[in-house]
Structure formats: C-alpha cells, structure tokens
C-alpha cells in the first residue's frame, strides 16, 4: 500500500488540490498548504518509491530562492502600473464620458447604443484593462438608457456583461501579461499576437448586433430625436477626421526623408494633436468651426487613445518594456484625470487601495504556486502531467481539444489568475515540448478563459452586473414610465449567445493559428531549417556565412 501511493503521490497531490479549491478554501492557501503537507509525506515515502519521488529536507532551502525569484520578477511589475491607470481614468468618469458620447454618435441608427456599449467597452479594455469597472461602468450608466429605449433585457444584458471582459483579451491585458510570465515568453509578443484576435472579437460582437438588428429590431430601437442632446453634426466629423489625415500626410511628407521607418507614426501624432488642439480652443473660444457632437466625439475619444497610442505604441516599436509603458501609462492616467479637473486625493487614494489589494492577490497566489510546484516537481507530477497529455488520441489536435475543453469547465469555479498560476505551469512544458507555438497558445488559453466570466451562473461578469441592474420596478426620471426590472434569469439567458461567439472564436483561433502567429514577421528563423556553412579558407568576405531556407 505504502508503494502504491509513493508511486502515484503526483495524482493524489494534484486531486487533493481540486478537493480544497471545491470546498471553497482560498487559493494561494490551498496551494501553499498542499505543497507543504505533501512536501512531508513525500520525504517519508521516498525510500518506498523507487526513485519516483525526489525530495528532502535539504530542499527546503530552495524554497527562499523561488519565492524572491517572483518578488524580483520585473515583468510583473507590469500588473501593478497598469490596474494604477485603468482605476484612475474609470474614477475619474472617463467610462461615463464615454458611453454618453458614443451613445449619442451611434445613437441614430438602430442598434446604436449596443453598438456604442461594444465600441467603449473595447476602448476601457485597453485603457482601464479591469472587468469589474468595465461591467459596472456600463451598467450604471447605459443599461438605464437601454431600458428607457425599449431595448430587450436579454440583449442589454449580454452585450453589457460581454463588452466588459474585451478587458481580458484586449492588450495590456493583465492575463496576458501573467502568461507571458508563465510560459516564459515576451510580453510583447504576447501583446501583438492578441491584437488581432481581439480585434476580431469585437467584430464577432458588431456582427451579431447588427444580424439580430435585422431579424428582430423591435428588440433594439433607435434614440428619439428628442434623445439627441448633442443634436446632428457628423458631417463637420468627417471633415475633421478628413483635415487630420491631409495634416498626416503633409507631416509624412516633410519627416519621411529625415525618421525613415518612423515617419508615419509621427506624422499620425502631428495630425492627431493638430485637430484635437483646434477643437479644444473652437470649444473655449466658441468659434463655431466645430457641431457639439463633433467637439465631444474629439475631446472625449482622442485622450484616452493617445494613451493606448502611447503604451502599446512604445512597447510594439521597442522603445519600452511592458513595465515602462504600464508605469507611462499611470502617469497618463493621472494626466489625463488632471486635465479634466477630476484629479483629487480620494481618486488617487481609492485607485491606490484597490490596487494594492489585487497586487496583494496576485502575488500570495503566485506565491502558494512555488510552494506547490516545489513538492510537485519532486513527486514527478511534471511528468505524469506530459505522459497524461502526450498520450491522448488526435496528437497535437486531441492535446489542444482536451485542455481546452478543460480550462471551459475549469473556468466554472476558477477565474483567470488562478487558472494561468495553477493549469499553465502543467501544460505550458506539454504543448513547448509538442512543437506548439506558446504565443499562440497562450492566446487562444485567454481568450477561453475569457469564458470565466461568462458562464452562467458562475460568471464574474453576471455578477458584477447583477449589482448594479435594478431589482424593483422604479419610475425612469425621463419619460415618466414605470421600468420593469431585470431578472438574474434574463441576464444568463443574455449572456448565452455572446458566450458561444467567445466559443466559436476559440475554434477560429485553433484552425487558423495565423491570425497570432503574425507576430513573428518575415523574419522569423525557423530553427530546423537553419543552414550554417562556415567560409573556406581564405575566402572573400562574400563567401560563406549563414543560409536561411
């Protein structure tokens, strides 16, 4: 009996984990606890297990180096910067500013303000990166208009709850940060290589807003014209928009011969702070160059994406790590709260607390990790866990089914974090040692973990917005109407089609591992088809050197 469980100690070790994370104990404890108890019964049973089980007590000492190892990791400095910014500019009513603006651009059309709920959704994610603001913010303020409008509280629901957690994998995003971390790859790459899959998401989303805007548009009606505050004045937009792009050119023009390969980036700036600098001051001084709708879309939308230009920008063209342009990004953060008369001690304050308490969670969790993976690589768990994976039916496709379909399930009672600290250090070494790009498939892990927070009726999302959705009926202070309120049963039904788009975008992602693998460029090296031919001799300096295929 001794033999028997010295030999199978990685999968009791790992069964007993998922026993504590179902009772409910915390996860950094659970971790921590269960690496150390089995750290004990291993350097007991190791006599018995016929080399199976590679511990003792000398090792313990080992345990210091790994924890300060995660302490002194730079990378995840990242985190801390980046929730900084996202808290300080969702205080500061940039949300709110948002979804009235767009609110009111898309507010003609039928659909508009899904349509404007999906588009600021998508711009929070890469500004804030933070789900529960981003569900919160949008359910203050736009699931009331939705409701006043008559939109259906199915669909309000879902596009609200699935706009918000864009947050997950729409870069700088927290989760591909700690993926990068895990699987031991840049952050960089994990950013470009998300970029378009995110970006298609959001499609996905517009896609089925305006399919059902056909099929059913009694569900998702038009603003009134007496719900226009801002009134017309997208032509003037467009001749805005149209002025900018003749400024960038110009400015592309006179920079080409001096920046080269930067040119166009700056020249985009040039235009970009051109028309936003005449906007501000035909606001001020009231020239009247400018409709009030156009003033607002500019004002409100170009900060916030100068501050995606400016983060993404810098860490894309190599001019700063992750966390320079997370610290850079803070710093923006608080700019732009400063410049809009928001900036006070309790913002700051309230931003400083939060993220502290999710640093605090972040790293206990990363923490008990250690602890666990100490006791578990010496019980060979690394092992039985690549021997379990290898061994499936398909190959490399069965590999990518099964853990996919495990992390969906694993999402019903794990979030995000958890699952990249304790599911990818298992089979992040699997897929690396079965040829399969990381990049990719760290990818394709956060966008299914993006499914966490959409399962009914465990989803983080549903929650966050089950908070803020009215409860009673309540007299709109607008149209004078009663407002019935929305059930938890409507929201789940909601969020059931925008999850199986989340799905569907999984499958893309597994057929055409192109839309992240771009990210390598053309000048990427195959190793296994490198030719190295070294010069003969007293060759000229043209003979020889290296051959790529």
Not at 173 to 190: C, E, F, K, P, T
Not at 322 to 333: I, K, L
Not at 498 to 506: C, D, K, P, R, T
């Amino acid at each position: 009996m001794i033999h028997l469980i010295a030999e199978n100690m990685a999968p009791i070790m790992f069964s007993s984990l998922v026993v504590f994370l179902l009772i409910g104990y915390p996860v950094a404890f659970s971790l921590a606890a269960n690496g150390l108890f089995f750290f004990i019964i291993g350097v007991e049973l190791a006599p018995y297990s016929d080399g199976a089980i590679n511990l003792s007590w000398p090792l313990l000492a080992a345990l210091p180096d790994r924890l300060w190892s995660v302490m002194s990791n730079e990378t995840l400095l990242a985190i801390p910067f980046f929730t900084f910014m996202g808290l300080v500019l969702e205080r500061s009513g940039m949300a709110e500013d948002l979804l009235e603006t767009i609110g009111q651009l898309f507010g003609p059309i039928r659909g508009g303000l899904a349509y404007a709920v999906i588009f600021v959704g998508a711009l929070l994610a890469a500004t804030t990166g933070v789900v529960a603001a981003s569900v919160i913010a949008m359910g203050l303020v736009s699931l009331p208009i939705m409701l006043r409008y008559g939109y259906d509280r199915r669909l309000a629901s879902g596009v609200i709850a699935a706009s918000g957690t864009l947050a997950q994998i729409i870069p700088p995003s927290l989760v591909l940060i700690v993926l990068a971390d895990q699987l031991g790859r840049s952050v960089g790459d994990m950013y470009a290589g998300a970029l378009v899959p995110s970006l298609m998401l959001v499609g996905l989303y517009v896609l089925y807003i305006f399919i059902l805007s056909i099929l059913r548009p009694a569900s998702m009606p038009a603003f009134p014209k007496e719900a226009r505050t801002l009134g017309q004045g997208a032509t003037s937009l467009v001749v805005a928009l149209l002025a900018m792009l003749g400024i960038a050119y110009a400015a592309h023009r006179v920079l080409s011969p001096v920046l080269h390969g930067h040119a166009g980036i700056w020249s985009v700036t040039a235009g970009v702070v051109a028309v936003y600098l005449a906007t501000v001051l035909d606001q001020r001084l009231k020239l009247g160059l400018l409709s009030r709708l156009a003033q607002q879309v500019i004002i409100v939308l170009i900060p916030p994406l100068g501050l995606v230009f400016l983060v993404l920008g810098t860490i894309f063209l190599g001019i700063a790590t992750p966390t320079e342009g997370g610290a850079m990004g803070a710093v923006g953060g608080l700019a732009i709260a400063a410049f809009k008369g928001r900036l006070s001690f309790g913002v700051v304050r309230s931003a400083l607390e939060t993220t502290t308490r999710l640093s605090a969670f972040v790293m206990f969790i990363l923490i008990g990790a250690r602890v666990f993976s100490l006791t578990f690589y010496g019980v060979d768990g690394h092992r039985w866990v690549e021997h379990l994976l290898s061994s499936l039916p398909g190959g490399t496709t069965g590999f990518l089914i099964v853990v996919n379909v495990m992390i969906f399930f694993l999402a019903f009672f794990l979030d995000f974090f958890e699952l990249a600290f304790i599911i990818i250090p298992l089979i992040g070494p699997v897929a690396d040692k079965m040829g399969i790009d990381l990049i990719w498939f760290g990818v394709l892990i956060a966008v299914n973990m993006q499914t966490s927070f959409m399962h009914p009726p465990f989803g983080f999302s549903l929650f966050f917005l089950r908070s803020v959705a009215p409860r009673a009926p309540y007299v709109d202070k607008i149209t004078g109407r009663r407002i019935e309120p929305v059930t938890t049963g409507q929201i789940y039904r909601g969020a059931l089609p925008f999850l199986a788009i989340q799905i569907l975008m999984v499958a893309i992602l597994v057929f055409f591992p192109q839309l992240v693998t771009h990210y390598r460029g053309d000048k990427h090296v195959d190793p296994q088809k490198a030719e190295f031919h070294l010069p003969d001799a007293g060759g000229g300096a043209g003979e020889g050197g290296l051959n790529f295929n």
